[in-house]
């Protein structure tokens, strides 16, 4: 499987942080892959302010609806944006295009934390002014997104996501496909699936048969204890 699929299997969204600060070099890598990120004519248009200060942290977790589990993240990135700049350049579009070059770039910084063994989540449920006002964010800009990062204290299950089946279609909307594999003629990648699922079938059937003769042998080796014979 590609690295960067496993990483984004393993990337969960963190509530629960340990009490221990972020390494900086970390940072730096997590903030570059940000930059990295594709952006609408690459025009960039976000600012990112780190905060660790505990006082700003409440006040950003005030303004996140009360969402106080984020105050205990060593660290929260707030992503600011200008609007007016994109909307020059593309008109009314460029407000999407603001938002979409947003999140890939948020995307790319947590996908990056989650290599690194860092636990992220992406906040969006905030008061624009009050986050604003905690990071002094100017009224040129506006707050757009927090995202809280840190070494986590929790395991979260994947939560249940929908099948390929009822999201993806091929060249038109509602043509579903049943099997990506055999539709795309990739026999290689069918056969692969074929093969681990017999594989995890034919293990199961195993530890059934051994756990069956062992209750078997057990059971015999009762029988002759109780009948007095010697069974070591
Ligand atoms: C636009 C957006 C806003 C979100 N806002 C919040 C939030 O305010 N608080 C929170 O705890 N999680 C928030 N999340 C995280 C989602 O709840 C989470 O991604 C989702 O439940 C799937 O879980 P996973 O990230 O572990 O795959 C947000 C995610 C997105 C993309």
């Not at 660290?75 to 944006?81: D, P, S, Y």
């Not at 986050?131 to 995202?147: S, Y």
């Not at 929790?154 to 099948?163: D, L, S």
Request: hydrophobic share 40%.
């Amino acid at each position: 499987m590609s690295h960067v699929l496993e990483v984004c299997k393993k990337r969960r969204s963190i509530r629960k942080y340990l009490d221990i600060p972020v390494e900086w070099d970390k940072v730096v890598q997590i903030l570059d892959a940000g930059r990295y990120a594709p952006a609408a004519g690459n025009l960039q248009s976000w600012k990112l302010i780190v905060v660790t200060d505990p006082g700003q942290k409440r006040q950003l977790a005030e303004a996140a609806l009360k969402q106080y589990w984020i105050e205990e993240a060593p660290m929260i990135f707030v992503i600011c944006a200008k609007e007016e700049r994109m909307v020059n350049y593309y008109g009314e579009r460029g407000k999407q295009y603001l938002l979409q070059g947003i999140a890939t770039m948020a995307e790319n910084m947590m996908l990056t934390a989650t290599d690194l063994g860092l636990g992220t989540c992406w906040v969006g449920a905030f008061d624009e002014d009050k986050v604003a006002e905690a990071v002094g964010c100017p009224a040129r800009a506006r707050p757009h997104l927090m995202i809280t990062i840190g070494y986590s204290e929790e395991r979260v299950p994947v939560p249940p996501r929908e099948t390929f089946e009822s999201r993806i279609y091929l060249s038109k909307y509602n043509n579903r496909i049943k099997n990506l594999n055999l539709v795309l003629w990739d026999w290689s990648l069918q056969m692969e699936d074929s093969a681990r699922e017999g594989k995890a079938k034919a293990e199961k059937l195993w530890d059934k048969l051994k756990a069956k003769v062992k209750h078997h042998k057990d059971e015999i080796k009762n029988r002759m204890k109780k009948e007095g014979v010697d069974t070591e």
